[in-house]
């Protein structure tokens, strides 16, 4: 039997603002992990990476993040990502949750 | 305070408006980010979890008070309205955007301050003993000679492309307040004959492989070291490991080659070093050493602070924990603690910053210092001017009395903002400052340091807090590694590891344990927390944190 795919999200930050951001299904950019692509499959997984890496005026260090299947985050970095810093109210729980 | 020559101010001006113009091709694609990586960071900036950060140098850790106010504004006018000190007595910002940092950089340059040499594999900000020409135990200020470093150091074309970066430290005092023996190399001014000059200590540092600083030379006479500090990084620059980043410090070149083979390499390079430096740089000194002559101290009554400290049990509580013995009669050195309970250590607001501007302006001849341990030092106060100040930093958050005790903690950003960081440190350090403030027992507890990093690279120093806290990730949660018996001071030791971690919910009762043990234990309230450990050694802490595994081990 295969091994069981984690569901991913390509991820990035912002090359002007440095901040978190994810990509949509429809290709653009969105802050708010909620919409998200969520990649079921791997091998799209790894082509909207490499289509995600190539966007080089766009952003900087572009990787996939473990997701669940319903696009929570799976490990507590991506989820300090997803919402800012715990000791002020900054980011992205101020800007966009 | 030193001033910037011509020759500085437009060497800074003109390193912005390259970077300025990096930035522009970095922005309409001309570069790619492995291109413009290596020169952001020769600028100081990083990118971070949420952000870009900037890292702005406070050289050797001074600053006046229009320098701290530009650093307010910039906070407020390009960032969230606050800054953070660190323990390398830098200043970042913690949230601008690519496209203002090189105005950033532009307002800094007009108080004459930079953030070259902040970051990359590059001679760093060097750092010195915060209490640096007022401490009554100082031989001599050791700020010229950071600023004579600096400036030989800045751009040195030999020195640009090192195995990784170099950190050095200086202190005049016999008492190590810049902790030197974790630095790649630590400066100690001394005299021999009634001749000035250092004891240089090599191959200390802190990080995954943590190691003590040795002697390479237990005498260096002052005029031979800019040529001797040559010799030392330029052997290095060649034996140092370039194949693998963990063992690419000095530290680990020494622990490898042996601190005697090492000499033995760096005097035969000093030989060949040494006549190339003709005398200009002490010359240069000597005008440096000019700009730091101590300030005009005044002979006054010091019987306002007197009245006020039989009268006022918050202000008595406050000048016994956070002042310090100033080398000038009636006279004292204020610490201005960064590390309210609950607050981020380290941290400072906009306004905070231009009220300690306002205090150094008024009081405190336009001299400000930011300490390793992330707090705001006005070193030069006549005691009379002590209530007012108080009162000023009481009126806004910055009257904490708790320099030297447990809620006085080194903490890194960890998680919270940095990308390196495997958990996070600033709520472990607000949680203990919180939890033993509510149980008024720091006082009682007394001098204890607490250093907590949030990875193993160990930029809250906690190998040698007197207990350390090391932040790890452990199958996806965040869990805490203890370490007991640190010293960062002269005596400098590394502690050693108490046991398994503790999850983020147990590490603040961990952390209660072990203070309560040390209560039942100590002979009495004279002897400290570290004492006490040398005195008995791990195992009676290790049982109070280990409760349970003592109970299983007797069954």
Known sequence: MSRTFTPKVVTANALIEGDVIY??????????????????????????????????????????????????????????????????????????? | MY?????????????????????????????????????????????????????????????????????????????????????????????????DVPDMLDALAQVQMHAI?????????????????????????????AELIRQWSTDHPEFQFLPRKFKVAVTGAPNDRAVTKAHDIGL?????????????????????????????????????????????????????????????????????????????????????LRPAFTGVDQQMLRAIETDFAPPPFRASSPAPFEAAYVDDPVFRAWADTNLAGHRAQDHAIVQISLKAHGATPGDATAEQMRVMADLAERYGHDELRISHEQNVVIPHVHKSDLPAIHAMLKAHGLGTANIGLISDIIACPGMDYCALATARSIPIAQEIATRFDDLKLEHDIGDLKIKIS???????????????????????????????????????????????????????????????????????????FLQTYRRLGLAPFKTALYPDQVRADAA
């Open chain 1, 23 to 97: 990509l949509t299904d429809s290709d653009h950019w969105t802050r708010n992990l909620a919409e998200a692509e969520v990649l079921t499959d791997e091998a799209h997984a790894q082509i909207r990476l490499i289509e995600a890496s190539a966007r080089l005026a766009e952003v900087v260090g572009v990787y996939l993040a473990d997701v669940t299947p319903t696009g929570q985050p799976t490990h507590f970095r991506e989820e300090f990502r997803r919402k800012g810093p715990s000791n002020y109210p900054h980011g992205k729980q101020a800007e966009v949750l």
């Open chain 2, 3 to 99: 001033r910037y020559t011509d020759f500085d101010a437009e060497f800074v001006a003109t390193r912005n408006a390259q970077f300025r113009a990096q930035v522009a091709r970095r922005l309409d694609g001309s570069l790619t980010e492995d291109e413009f990586k290596p020169l952001r960071l020769m600028n100081g900036l990083y990118l971070q979890l949420h952000a870009y950060m900037l890292r702005v140098a406070i050289p050797y850790g001074t600053l006046n008070g229009a320098q701290m106010r530009a650093l307010a504004m910039i906070s407020e006018r390009w960032d969230k309205g606050y800054g953070h000190f660190t323990t390398r007595q830098n200043i970042q910002f913690n949230w601008p955007s690519l496209a």
């Open chain 2, 117 to 145: 040499q902040t970051s990359g594999n590059t001679i760093r900000n060097v750092t010195a003993d915060h209490f640096a020409g007022a401490a009554a135990d100082e031989i001599a200020d050791p700020r010229p000679v």
């Open chain 2, 188 to 272: 100690r001014m001394v005299e021999r004959h009634g001749q000035p000059g250092f004891e240089v200590i090599v191959g200390g540092g802190l990080g995954r492989t943590p190691m003590i600083g040795k002697v390479i030379r237990d005498f260096l006479p002052q005029a031979d070291l800019l040529p001797y500090l040559e010799a030392v990084v330029s052997v290095w620059n060649l034996l140092g490991r370039r194949d693998n980043k963990y063992k690419s410090r000095i530290k680990i070149t020494v622990h490898e080659h042996g601190i005697d083979d090492i000499r033995a390499r760096v005097e035969a390079r000093f030989a060949e």
């Open chain 2, 454 to 528: 949030g990875c193993i690279n160990a930029c809250g120093h906690h190998h040698v807090g007197h207990i350390g806290i090391l932040g790890l990730d452990r199958a996806g949660a965040e869990s805490y590694q203890i370490t007991l018996g640190g010293d960062h001071t002269e005596t400098a030791t590394v502690g050693t590891r108490a046991g398994p971690g503790f999850g983020a919910d147990d590490i603040v009762p961990a952390i209660e344990r072990l203070v309560q043990a040390y209560l039942d234990l100590r002979t009495d309230r004279s002897e400290t």
